[in-house]
């Protein structure tokens, strides 16, 4: 069974930064791409970034380019998303999603439960 | 970026009977060397994440219940749920993965009549 953890969601402060984590289960993680979709709240989905099987294609959306960085460690079998320079726009619920293939160009096919991130002061 | 349009934005259908929901691309999502539309369509109830239903515009999930059918080709897409149930009440969203960033619909509210 596909199972996605997202781990790391918190309050942060505006300019701070934050870490989140996806440990993936059920199976082969470096043989399929991965994605960040976040939702604000009562807000649609919004596509943030995704990382291919092999780790070495990476790809952002204008609003997080340069301040988030995405990242795999496959035998760790963990997905990343290091958020830098956060904004309270950046507020919402961050959804760790499995693609259907090796590269980012599939749908999403899993998806875990998602993780909280407030930014506050 | 490609832009997803979503139409209507809400609609109320009674059950047993047919709901459509329109998509639209800003560019092509049709790769002539395949063949193969880069579109996806997801359903999200309150509180979970969403769920693949089909892909490739036309392919359904595993699982999907065979009510639900994609079709289009280019840049214009449907989503057809032939005949309502209950548990289909929630927010239908359309995605281009075609080219990155891979856009999501605005989404579009399904209820009961």
């Known amino acids: 069974e596909v199972q996605l953890l997202e781990s790391g969601g918190g309050l942060v402060q505006p300019g701070g930064s934050l870490r989140l984590s996806c440990a993936a289960s059920g199976f082969t993680f470096s043989n399929y791409a991965m994605s960040w979709v976040r939702q604000a709240p009562g807000k649609g989905l919004e596509w943030v970034s995704g990382?291919?099987?092999?780790?070495?294609?990476?790809f952002y959306a204008d609003s997080v380019k340069g301040r988030c960085s995405i990242s795999r460690d496959n035998p760790k079998n963990t997905l990343y998303l290091q958020m830098n320079s956060l904004r309270a726009e950046d507020t919402a619920v961050y959804y760790c999603?499995?693609?259907?293939?090796?590269?980012?160009?599939?749908?999403?096919?899993?998806w875990g439960q998602g993780a909280l991130v407030t930014v506050s002061s | 970026d490609f832009v997803m349009t979503q139409s209507p934005d809400s609609l109320a259908v009674s059950l047993g009977e047919r709901a459509t929901i329109n998509c639209k691309s800003s560019?092509?999502?049709?790769?002539?060397?395949?063949?193969?539309?880069?579109l996806a369509w997801y359903r999200q109830k309150p509180g979970q994440p969403p769920k693949l239903l089909i892909y490739w515009a036309s392919t359904r999930d595993s699982g999907v219940p065979d009510r639900f059918s994609g079709s289009g080709s280019g840049t214009d897409f449907t989503l057809t749920i032939s005949s309502l149930q209950a548990e289909d009440v929630a927010l239908y969203y359309c995605?281009?993965?075609?080219?990155?960033?891979?856009?999501f619909g605005p989404g579009t509210t399904v209820d009961i009549k």
């Open positions: 995605q281009q993965y075609y080219s990155a960033p891979f856009t």
């Open positions: 999603a499995k693609a259907r293939g090796s590269s980012a160009y599939h749908s999403v096919d899993y």
């Open positions: 560019q092509t999502v049709l790769d002539s060397s395949n063949n193969n539309n880069y």
């Open positions: 990382i291919s099987g092999s780790g070495g294609s990476t």
